[in-house]
């Protein structure tokens, strides 16, 4: 199976910052990977796919890069409703495999 | 608009058999662009993908549950269903239906949207 590491696992911002969120797969999957958001209580919410396609009504301070065994996530400047939880899903073999999340906190 | 909503028991037995229930709203469920997944959520381990059904049968699991999961999927009903056998505590998690990208769309495939809202379920006696 591919493993997909998360880092930071926990971040803290402020509203307006710029944060970026890295994913690494345990083996190249060429552009397959997607990135999700998830808030307390609430199903994860898909924001990009093929690792920089911005799913749409996604705003575009989301914007996603990378390819192979690297890819990174990065919200150009936090708004209160973006402090949630982020996962990375590869997309590229079966069993599809998630990333463990970084949890994105109010500083 | 597409919705999906999973339903079903929130206290399993060990020992006993999950089943759980995804109905689609907004779209039919007989399309060749999608598959029908099922994901779920535990604190200890994370986002695991259990398996999708397509609408004709045709199913892709996780072999690392394959051996206990079943699914089928009712097109005049618009629902499709799991059942997960023999579960244990390790089972107790939220599950999720989703619709799941089968065909390949600007350049990649098989990302989960929308979701259902989830459902707890609990394995105990």
């Known amino acids: 199976d591919i493993q997909l590491t998360q880092s930071p696992s926990f971040l803290s911002a402020f509203v307006g910052d710029r944060v970026t969120i890295t994913c690494r797969a345990s083996?190249?999957?060429?552009?397959?990977l997607a990135w999700y958001q998830q808030k307390p209580g609430k199903a994860p919410k898909l924001l990009i796919y093929?690792?920089?396609t911005l799913q749409s009504g996604v705003p575009s301070r989301f914007s996603g890069s990378g390819s192979g065994t690297e890819f990174t996530l990065t919200i150009s400047s936090l708004q209160p409703e973006d402090f949630a939880a982020y996962y990375c899903?590869?997309?590229?073999?079966?069993?599809?495999?998630f990333g463990g999340g970084t949890n994105l906190e109010i500083k | 608009q597409l919705q999906l909503q999973e339903s079903g028991p929130g206290l399993v037995k060990p020992s006993e058999t999950l089943s759980l229930t995804c109905s689609v709203s907004?779209?039919?469920?007989?399309?060749?662009?999608?598959?029908w997944g099922w994901i779920r959520q535990s604190p200890g381990k994370g986002l695991e993908w259990i398996g999708s059904?397509?609408?004709?049968?045709?199913?892709y699991y996780n072999l690392s549950l394959k051996s206990r999961v079943t699914f089928f999927v009712d097109t005049s009903k618009k629902q499709f269903s799991l059942r997960l056998s023999s579960v244990t505590a390790a089972d107790t998690a939220v599950y999720y239906c989703a619709r799941h990208q089968a065909s390949m769309f600007r350049g990649a495939t098989n990302w989960f949207d929308p979701w259902g809202q989830g459902t707890l379920v609990t394995v105990s006696s």
């Open positions: 059904v397509y609408y004709s049968g045709t199913t």
């Open positions: 899903q590869q997309l590229n073999t079966f069993p599809l495999t």
């Open positions: 093929a690792a920089s």
């Open positions: 907004g779209a039919s469920i007989i399309t060749e662009d999608y598959y």
């Open positions: 083996q190249g999957i060429g552009s397959y």
